[in-house]
């Protein structure tokens, strides 16, 4: 079991909300406003009760739910939206669990230093020693990933909030366990959260408060945990390479579900490329670079060849003048010029931008402050 935690965080509310807010200050200026806003109210409150059910069902149940042959059974597509208003006009509508857009960076493992472009400049942060590893998530709710160590010598999590700069220290893991923070919860933070490869238990240190262990994985699977059910909360998920098959344990519902594709020594690359919130089933091969995308949208999957087989594979949601979509981006970082080779979604031209050195980590996430 994971040991004692310490929390000192302040709680924000998270990106999504500020939508909604936007959307409800707008729809008041709407005759018949208030009749949306009551309706926003109610569904909120149905959304909130139904996810805290969730929890208490994942938490009670998932102990004894194990990878089995169970059959995928893969719901329709049925992306939610959110309706944006100005006066009694529509002017747009946005996926609510859009990701934010990630900014090319890297960790340097023997300085402990975090480089982080910005387009048109960059920064350098220490924050990290030899040994750490890298645990970057948006744990105080802001939209903005904060800067995170996870220290397996001492399980003890060091995390800079994007809010006011303040450092959060959480202890909470053992050596050996793999540090996977993501938001489980649902409530916009990220949960420093452990998986134990021993147990194949992924212990979630909740926001929201107290803890859940759920039980997914062997101790010789890769854990690629996101939200592939598209509500808002990260799924427990490995690859698990002996039969090139991804596990999910879906929050919506508590099944555990799983997909094949691809074949056995490819490298899971799951994101969502297809823009619908939900992360798509994907592989890439480095022995001929061919990427395998299973689009969550039509359930059809879609090829690309893409990068150099020593290149490390960086799929995000990059954005610039030329791109800016909700779909993530195949991509990959080449160590020996520090080449960023981004195939941008938007028209599938290619950007290249040069950053990193040999030797660093790529960590691509939303740096901007
Ligand atoms: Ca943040
Ligand atoms: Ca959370
Ligand atoms: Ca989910
Ligand atoms: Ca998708």
Known sequence: ??????????????????????????????????????????????????????????????????????????????????????????????????????????????????????????????????????????????????????????GVWYIIRSTDGGVDQHTWGNSGDKAVPADFDGDGLSDPTVWRPSDGVWYVLKSTGGYIGLQLGTSTDIPVNADYDGDGKSDPAVWRDSTATFWVLQSTNSQVVSYSIGQTGDEPVPEDYDGDGKADFATRRASDNSWRIRQSSDGNIVTYTWGQSSDVAVPARYVDSLDGDARADIATWRPSNGVWYIRRSGDGSTRTTQFGVDGDIPVPSNWRR
Request: proline letters at 8%; aromatic letters at 8%.
């Open 1 to 154: 079991m994971p040991n004692d935690s310490r929390k000192q965080r302040s709680r924000h509310n998270n990106g999504n909300v500020s939508i909604g807010r936007k959307s409800e200050r707008n729809a008041r200026n709407a005759i018949g406003g208030l009749i949306l806003l009551g309706i926003l109210v109610v569904g909120t409150i149905t959304i909130t009760a139904i996810a805290n059910w969730r929890s208490l069902v994942i938490s009670q149940s998932a102990s004894v739910l194990m990878p089995s042959p169970t059959p995928p059974s893969m719901p329709a597509n049925a992306p939610a939206k959110e309706f944006v208003y100005a006066g009694s006009s529509l002017i747009s509508t946005v996926e609510p669990f859009r990701r934010p857009p990630s900014d090319v960076a890297v960790f340097r493992p023997t300085t402990g230093d975090w480089w982080i472009s910005t387009l048109q400049s960059y920064t350098v942060v220490n924050w990290g020693i030899a040994g750490d590893l890298v645990a970057p998530a948006d744990f105080d709710g802001d939209g903005k990933t904060d800067l995170g160590v996870y220290r397996p010598s001492s």
